[in-house]
């Protein structure tokens, strides 16, 4: 089947704590990203990544690292988590880019105290 | 300026009532337009594309102003199954998705 899978579902942790929100995509796609959703904020772009090794900032990157060792994974990291990141994540894949269907994982909440 | 805006809405409306919402976008160079449909908490799943001539699936049809820089849904004989929210997508060349708050709609029996 595809999809994209992300894990943990749910995640509680304390300030300071690193951790990594893992993404695996297995339809072959070239493009991943990574969003947060806050109320009344809406979905809001962390990171994008075109290919293997290619990344980019989002409209909100500050406090997150990605990367893109291989095409199918694109993990997200908090060196040093901070409450304000207490959010609901999604990864997504499309096939190439911006002008096709964005497929999602099932999302992370993330509350960091 | 948001890249996308929405009205939030509740829009509340009974059972076999037709409901539209718009969505207005900045960018006047943006080139692609997406509807999603949003569950509860649950991941964004793509509702339809939007062309420039507009399009229709079934209930749904969607139709892009370039000129005043918005797009449309429309949604006929609305079902109780219709409720989510409903999020709008632009893009341009950033390789971005630029995504709206979302407008919330709620089917009365």
């Known amino acids: 089947e595809a999809q994209v899978t992300q894990n943990p579902r749910y995640l509680i942790t304390v300030t300071g704590k690193k951790l990594t929100v893992t993404c695996s995509q297995n339809?072959?796609?070239?493009?991943m990203s990574w969003y947060r959703q806050d109320p009344g904020l809406g979905l809001r772009q962390i990171y994008y990544?075109?290919?293997?090794?290619?990344?980019d900032k989002g409209d909100v990157p500050e406090g997150y690292k990605v990367s893109r060792k291989e095409k199918r994974n694109f993990p997200l990291i908090l060196e040093s988590p901070s409450p304000n990141q207490t959010s609901l994540y999604f990864c997504?894949?499309?096939?190439?880019?911006?002008?096709?269907?964005?497929?999602f994982g099932s999302g992370t909440q993330l509350s960091v105290l | 300026r948001k890249e996308v805006e929405q009205d939030p809405g509740p829009f509340n409306v009974p059972e076999g009532a037709t409901v539209a919402f718009n969505c207005t976008y900045s960018n006047s160079a943006s080139q692609s337009f997406f509807w999603y449909r949003q569950d509860c908490r649950k991941e964004p799943k793509l509702l339809m594309s939007v062309y420039s001539s507009g399009n229709e699936d079934g209930r749904f049809t969607a139709q892009l102003n370039r000129a005043s820089q918005y797009i449309s849904l429309l949604i006929r004989d609305s079902k109780l199954s219709d409720s989510a929210t409903y999020l709008c997508v632009s893009t341009h060349g950033g390789n971005q998705f630029y995504f709206g708050t979302g407008t919330s709609l709620t089917v009365i029996p």
């Open positions: 997504a894949s499309s096939l190439q880019g911006t002008g096709e269907k964005l497929f």
């Open positions: 339809m072959n796609h070239e493009y």
């Open positions: 990544s075109m290919n293997v090794e290619v990344t």
